[in-house]
Every structure is written in structure tokens, then in C-alpha cells.
């Protein structure tokens, strides 16, 4: 199992228009991608323009093709382009 934790920095002006995007990407993503088990939006409770997205995949093999799918390669370009900063992406396994 892998999970996934991408952090975005949005322009306060554009959150809107970033959550618009993401609710594509995550109904696409879940109805499309085989291995995806949780594919979430969460925004911070203390600043707005933290949006994060929490993934879970069955494997690495199943993330990848996510990756290279259609809807990923022609959304997150748009989404970036509402970002004040380059956002982080982390991926872990289970240590323990």
C-alpha cells in the first residue's frame, strides 16, 4: 500500500476555482483509476489556501498509471496554475 500527501499553496483569489478542478480530479480519479482506494481534498483549518490532497493506492504500479492517465495529465497543469508557491508531495509506506 502507498500513500500519498500533496500539499498545494493556492492564491487566495483562485480556491475556488482550484476546488473546482480537484472535485474533477477526484470523481475521475475514483471512478477511472484501478488501485485507487481514498483519493481526498482537505483544506487547513488555519489557512484557507493550504489544500491537500491524501491519497491511498493498492501499489506503486497502480499511482503510476494514475500519473500518466488523461485526466491527470490535463488537470493538475491547471491546478498548478493557481499556486503561489510549488506545492509538496510526499510518498510513504507503512513502516510499522
Same mark, same amino acid.
Given at each position: 500500500? @502507498? $500513500?500519498?500527501?500533496?500539499? /498545494?499553496? +493556492?492564491?487566495?483569489?483562485?480556491?475556488?476555482?482550484?476546488? $473546482? +478542478?480537484? $472535485?474533477?480530479?477526484?470523481?475521475?480519479? @475514483? &471512478?477511472?483509476?484501478?488501485?485507487? +482506494?481514498?483519493?481526498?481534498?482537505?483544506?487547513?483549518? /488555519?489557512? $484557507?489556501?493550504?489544500?491537500?490532497?491524501?491519497?491511498?493506492?493498492?501499489?506503486?504500479?497502480?499511482?503510476?498509471? #494514475?500519473?500518466?492517465?488523461? #485526466?491527470?495529465?490535463?488537470? @493538475?497543469?491547471?491546478? %498548478?496554475?493557481?499556486?503561489?508557491?510549488? %506545492?509538496? &508531495? /510526499?510518498?510513504?509506506?507503512?513502516? @510499522?
Amino acid at each position: 500500500m @502507498v $500513500k500519498v500527501v500533496a500539499k /498545494n499553496f +493556492i492564491k487566495e483569489e483562485k480556491i475556488e476555482d482550484f476546488l $473546482k +478542478i480537484s $472535485k474533477e480530479l477526484v470523481e475521475l480519479t @475514483v &471512478t477511472q483509476d484501478k488501485g485507487c +482506494i481514498k483519493y481526498e481534498m482537505y483544506q487547513d483549518l /488555519n489557512d $484557507k489556501t493550504i489544500l491537500t490532497m491524501i491519497e491511498e493506492w493498492e501499489s506503486m504500479e497502480f499511482l503510476q498509471k #494514475h500519473m500518466q492517465s488523461k #485526466h491527470f495529465k490535463r488537470l @493538475v497543469p491547471m491546478m %498548478g496554475e493557481y499556486s503561489k508557491k510549488q %506545492g509538496e &508531495t /510526499n510518498i510513504y509506506t507503512k513502516a @510499522v
